[in-house]
C-alpha cells in the first residue's frame, strides 16, 4: 500500500487555454471524447506543473490509496 498523487482537469472550470497541455512533460493531456480535456493518469507523472500554470484552477489533486 501506498500514497499516489492524482490529478483532475475540472471542465467546469476549464477555458481551453491549453496552458497545462503546452508545459506537461510527459504529454498526457489530451482531449476526451466530450471534447474536454483529460489527464492519463496511468503516464502522468505527477509532477504539478499543470496544476500551477492553470490561472482558472481547473486542475486539482487527491491523494489515494493505492494498493499494489
Known amino acids: 500500500m501506498n500514497l ?3 490529478y483532475f482537469i475540472h471542465p467546469e472550470r476549464c477555458t481551453r ?10 504529454m498526457v493531456i489530451g482531449e476526451s471524447d466530450t471534447g474536454s480535456l483529460q489527464i492519463d493518469k496511468s503516464a502522468c ?24
Do not use: M, Q, W, Y
Not at 17 to 26: E, G, L
Not at 46 to 61: D, F, L, P, Q, V
Open 4 to 6: 499516489r498523487k492524482e
Open 17 to 26: 487555454c491549453n496552458r497545462c497541455i503546452a508545459v506537461c512533460p510527459a
Open 45 to 68: 507523472r505527477r509532477c504539478g506543473a499543470c496544476k500551477k500554470i492553470c490561472k482558472h484552477r481547473a486542475i486539482t489533486s487527491r491523494v489515494r490509496l493505492k494498493f499494489d
